[in-house]
């Protein structure tokens, strides 16, 4: 064990002996192996967003398997998807990859400012499928956001329990929160420390904007001076709201956008100190070849290597 993911397991010393050793080895997986960074392959995206929305732009990707080989390939740390997807290849592809199963799941079916999604799996599953890791998505700033808190936690406790780290989903977002408002900067940082908070190993949050929401937090901003004009700056205020840089925070992919554009993004999350990032649409709409290519940039750049 090198140095680097010594030190980040020891953030974790609360611990039982499978926790760590199910994130040493994602830690330890593809490409990045070693290095302390992540890539991670989501494919949440056909429960959440529908069918066609989600794979007609590549139709190799309504197979579930594809998404296994897409993401041993490219050499990700890590493929997270729901119940179905993973038990659709996880016999197939058993031990190539460490798999992260979607605890629970939102939809587009009905519509309304106020998400909760629904519990779709359990403990026993990730259990059963060999599963490295379980993930949850809670929206801070929900009506509902008792119960999606309230079933994280008993959740995580379980997953805690027999080994399994928590990786979550940290996307606020309610009646009370503009659009611009979801992925403000100062909204983005009270994401990732409530997660931090919660208990989670891994946190997922979106690149934060320059944006401020709260009124009340806008003059903290201004009078401590803190830098949020460029996204490096910006994703280093997210890293230290997480315990300062003392949790994994990785940040989504975010909406379909061209290849520079992906790669700009990326160089600003790792000159900001971000562990890396999950990147579902960006990389899986595309052709396999094409997919292979980027998620292969993206790694250069976290490796140091451009």
């Not at 309610?174 to 983005?188: F, M, P």
């Not at 992919?253 to 890396?276: P, Q, W, Y």
């Amino acid at each position: 064990m090198n140095e680097r993911i010594r030190e980040i397991l020891s953030w974790y010393s609360s611990d039982n002996p499978g926790v760590l050793s199910n994130l040493y080895r994602m830690l330890m997986s593809g490409r990045l192996a070693g290095t302390g960074k992540l890539v991670i392959l989501p494919v949440d995206q056909g429960m959440e967003h529908g069918p066609a929305r989600s794979f007609a732009k590549n139709a190799a990707g309504y197979d579930p398997r594809y998404h296994f080989e897409l993401a041993i390939d490219a050499g990700c740390n890590a493929y997270a998807a729901p119940l179905g997807f993973l038990e659709a290849g996880a016999a197939e592809f058993a031990g190539q990859i460490p798999m992260i199963l979607k605890m629970n799941n939102n939809d587009s079916l009905l519509k309304g400012t106020d998400p909760i999604p629904s519990m779709t799996a359990s403990v026993d599953d990730a259990l059963r499928l060999g599963c490295a890791a379980v993930g949850f998505t809670i929206y801070p700033g929900t009506a509902y956001k008792k119960q999606n808190v309230e079933e994280f936690r008993a959740m995580a406790e379980e997953a805690k329990a027999v080994g399994l780290p928590v990786v979550l989903w940290s996307y606020p977002r309610g009646s009370d929160i503009s659009k611009e408002g979801e992925t403000a900067v100062d909204i983005v940082a009270y994401a990732a420390h409530m997660a931090c908070q919660l208990g989670a190993h891994i946190v997922k949050v979106k690149p934060p904007s320059a944006n401020i929401e709260l009124d009340a937090a806008k003059s903290t901003y201004e009078t401590q001076a803190i830098p949020v004009a460029t996204l490096e700056q910006r994703i280093q205020h997210v890293v230290q709201s997480a315990f300062n840089g003392r949790r994994i925070v990785i940040f989504s992919g975010g909406g379909a956008k061209g290849t520079d554009a992906v790669l700009d993004e990326i160089r600003g999350i790792h000159a900001g100190g971000g562990f890396g990032s999950i990147i579902g649409r960006n990389s899986f709409q595309r052709p396999k070849e094409e997919a292979l290519a980027l998620l292969e940039s993206v790694m250069d750049i976290y490796a140091g290597q451009a």
